[in-house]
């Protein structure tokens, strides 16, 4: 079976930085995307970045020049780098993994469990 283990969030007072990783481990053919999402309690998931099929990559325009995604593909880890934190950027935050388990299969979304980011003096 396929698993995301995300790690790095915290508590941090605003203006400060934390950085996420998540790291895809298992039955694993070929990852196609991998992405971070967050969500706050009753609201939708939304997207925060990620790597899309064709290698390029997405942010929300609330994190854009903050938040930076990056890529270990060798380790099946991405990571998010996240500078000055403000407190609405407190969310439990998702990794996801668009990716393909054996050569045969239709790729498929992965989550993982979230890791809370709380953003307060």
């Known amino acids: 079976q396929v698993q995301l283990v995300e790690s790095g969030g915290g508590l941090v007072q605003p203006g400060g930085s934390l950085r996420l990783s998540c790291a895809a481990s298992?039955?694993?053919?070929?990852?196609?995307?991998m992405g971070w999402y967050r969500q706050a309690p009753g609201k939708e998931r939304e997207l925060v970045a990620a790597f899309t099929r064709g290698g390029s990559t997405n942010y929300a325009d609330s994190v854009k020049g903050r938040f930076t995604i990056s890529a270990d593909n060798a380790k099946n880890t991405v990571y998010l780098q996240m500078n000055n934190l403000k407190p609405e950027d407190t969310d439990v935050y998702y990794c996801?993994?668009?990716?393909?388990?054996?050569?045969?299969?239709?790729?498929?979304?992965?989550w993982g469990q979230g890791t809370q980011v709380t953003v307060s003096s």
């Open positions: 996801n993994a668009d990716l393909r388990t054996t050569a045969w299969e239709t790729s498929k979304d992965y």
């Open positions: 298992g039955r694993i053919f070929r990852i196609n995307a």
